[in-house]
């Protein structure tokens, strides 16, 4: 059973507009999220964080809404790029992580 | 390259031999995360290790998988008469603390294990 759920596997977006992936969790215990980056034959880089404090965080084009009440968070990325192209996880962070399947965006110029 | 270093990039093997996976990680962590993606999934939690003591192995499997953390030297992933099965991508990622100051994990870029 799925504790973070991505339920989109892909997602494509011209070059400039707005991508938004989104995740939901079933555990209001989850009190610390990340969201990571992976390019094909490499590991996950480290994106951007938020925690159940917060509603939002802001960094440069990414943005990340959590909404606690409806145990969901999405990423923003505005305006989006090219080399934005790559899987995006969402993650909950227990000490160890725990992973969503994954978002695959394509952004075309 | 200060970064997670992660060796071999590629394993190969045949049913029934070992494959040890080694993992050095970043300058200054000695918290160290094994994770296993298994195609179109997302990373799985195997083991989580500091110097010389396992702390957690919640996510490894009870037969054939073992970890270890050595006060000298990188992490070792060790899987004993492999299978089919085991065929995945397998990452180390580290941390200078357990996670409880948030600080993120940083991910090496795995060892890609194929059983024939």
């Known amino acids: 059973d799925q504790q973070v759920k991505q339920n989109s596997p892909s997602l494509s977006v ?14 209001s215990m989850f009190d610390y999220f990340l969201w990571y980056k992976k390019y094909p034959a490499e590991g996950p880089t480290f994106l951007i964080s938020i925690s159940s404090i917060k509603d939002k965080n ?11 009440s409806a145990k969901h968070l999405s990423l923003h990325i505005v305006p989006s790029q090219p080399g934005d192209s790559a899987v995006y996880f969402c993650v909950s962070s227990q000490g160890n992580l725990i992973f969503g399947k994954g978002t695959k965006l394509s952004v075309k110029p | 390259n200060a970064g997670v270093m992660q060796n071999p990039r590629h394993l ?9 996976l080694r993992c ?5 962590h000695s ?30 499997p009870k037969e054939r998988f073992s970890a270890e953390f050595p ?11 492999v299978v089919r099965g ?18 993120p ?3 090496g870029d795995g060892t890609r294990l194929s059983i024939l």
């Open chain 2, 12 to 20: 190969v093997r045949r049913r029934g031999q070992e494959a040890r």
């Open chain 2, 24 to 28: 050095s990680p970043m300058k200054g």
């Open chain 2, 71 to 81: 006060k000298e030297g990188p992490s070792i992933l060790r899987i004993q008469q």
């Open chain 2, 86 to 103: 085991d065929s995945a991508a397998y990452f180390c990622a580290s941390s200078p603390n357990d996670g409880a100051g948030n600080q």
């Open chain 1, 58 to 68: 802001e960094d440069g084009r990414f943005t990340v809404f959590l909404n606690k």
């Open chain 1, 14 to 27: 011209q070059e400039g507009r707005i991508s938004i992936l989104n995740c939901d969790y079933t555990n």
């Open chain 2, 31 to 60: 918290h160290v995360y094994w994770y296993r993606q298994l195609p179109e999934e997302g990373l799985k939690f195997m083991v989580y290790l500091q110097k010389e003591n396992i702390i957690d192995e919640s996510g490894m």
């Open chain 2, 105 to 107: 994990q940083h991910f």
